[in-house]
């Protein structure tokens, strides 16, 4: 069975940075891209970034461009996501998820998913 498992969320003041990681079961190399999604209480889950695993070509939603990046190093079984310059918005579950069917910002176009890291930023 495939498992993600995300870790390095926690509370940080606005302005602060969090490296979440991702950890999967299988060799990261077994899939295509990985995605980083977060949903906000009474919101609904939305796409943060993603990675082609093949190639690196990467993906970011406009509310994070410039401030989050999204990295696999060829050596690690893990796929990060650095955040900086966090903003109170930023509060979530942040989840990963696994080889995307269509839009790698639809969250219903992803197959496997970890349990969710919580992030709070406070102000």
């Known amino acids: 069975q495939v498992q993600f498992v995300e870790s390095g969320g926690g509370l940080v003041q606005s302005g602060g940075s969090l490296r979440l990681s991702c950890a999967a079961s299988?060799?990261?190399?077994?899939?295509?891209?990985i995605g980083w999604f977060r949903q906000a209480p009474g919101k609904e889950r939305e796409g943060v970034s993603c990675i082609s695993v093949s190639d690196g070509s990467t993906y970011y939603s406009d509310s994070v461009k410039g401030r989050f990046t999204i990295i696999r190093p060829n050596a690690e079984n893990a796929v990060y996501l650095q955040m900086n310059s966090l903003k109170p918005e930023d509060t979530a579950v942040y989840y990963c998820a696994a080889d995307p069917e269509g839009s790698w910002s639809d969250p219903s176009s992803y197959k496997y998913w970890g349990q969710g890291t919580q992030v709070t930023v406070s102000s």
């Open positions: 299988e060799l990261m190399t077994d899939y295509y891209a």
